[in-house]
T-cell receptor, first 114, second 114 residues
Framework: ETGVTQSPTHLIKTRGQQVTLRCSSQSGHNTVSWYQQALGQGPQFIFQYYREEENGRGNFPPRFSGLQFPNYSSELNVNALELDDSALYLC?????????????FGPGTRLTVL | GNSVTQMEGPVTLSEEAFLTINCTYTATGYPSLFWYVQYPGEGLQLLLKATKADDKGSNKGFEATYRKETTSFHLEKGSVQVSDSAVYFCALSDPMEYGNKLVFGAGTILRVKS
């Protein structure tokens, strides 16, 4: 069974650019959540996708957007990058959206905005 | 809104010492509670969880008991090892909210010296 994978591992962008991060969910999981973890802080919920539909969103501006594909993999897109977007972006997958469903995390993508 | 508060670190212990990391929460519903661990350069791994009052989650010698009366979920281990050095995150998932998003504390760095 393959776990959650994310690509790329590291990324460097400049302010104003756009970025796309990718996540492959664990086999059998139909729910993907994205989190932003700034240095020295806990992860913050960005949004969740369930069966290709957005299923909840945290306090992030609209320039953070996402997609989920029929195979349940997902993308996180960030437009007009700002310096404060520098963070570790974590993807997590689960079998469903119940609070009892364990979320399995990928290793993350480290984004640096210069 | 929902929130999680953890004791500030870093916590520095000698090998075989007793560990306690305090965690308290605020939630509108009846949340599930989790402890996640993050080793250097890695994503998050679920350490243990509890889904109802007085439940005790346990794994790898770590334990935490869901205390509804004190809204707490403190992490304990009787004898820490150098390999336990990591960042520990307390988190909750509220079934009253749409989806199973996790709300994390800020994390507690644990350093174990040999």
């Amino acid at each position: 069974e393959t776990g959650v994978t994310q690509s790329p591992t590291h990324l460097i962008k400049t302010r104003g650019q756009q970025v796309t991060l990718r996540c492959s969910s664990q086999s059998g999981h139909n729910t993907v959540s994205w989190y932003q973890q700034a240095l020295g802080q806990g992860p913050q919920f960005i949004f969740q996708y369930y069966r290709e539909e957005e299923n909840g969103r945290g306090n992030f501006p609209p320039r953070f957007s996402g997609l989920q594909f029929p195979n349940y993999s997902s993308e996180l897109n960030v437009n007009a990058l700002e310096l404060d977007d520098s963070a570790l972006y974590l993807c997590a997958s689960s079998e469903g959206t119940s609070s009892y469903n364990e979320q399995f995390f990928g290793p993350g993508t480290r984004l640096t905005v210069l | 809104g929902n929130s999680v508060t953890q004791m500030e670190g870093p916590v520095t212990l000698s090998e075989e010492a007793f560990l306690t990391i305090n965690c308290t929460y605020t939630a509108t519903g009846y949340p599930s509670l989790f402890w996640y661990v993050q080793y250097p350069g890695e994503g998050l791994q679920l350490l243990l969880k509890a889904t109802k009052a007085d439940d005790k989650g346990s794994n790898k010698g770590f334990e935490a008991t869901y205390r509804k009366e004190t809204t707490s979920f403190h992490l304990e281990k009787g004898s820490v090892q150098v390999s336990d050095s990591a960042v520990y995150f307390c988190a909750l998932s509220d079934p009253m909210e749409y989806g199973n998003k996790l709300v994390f504390g800020a994390g507690t760095i644990l350093r174990v010296k040999s």
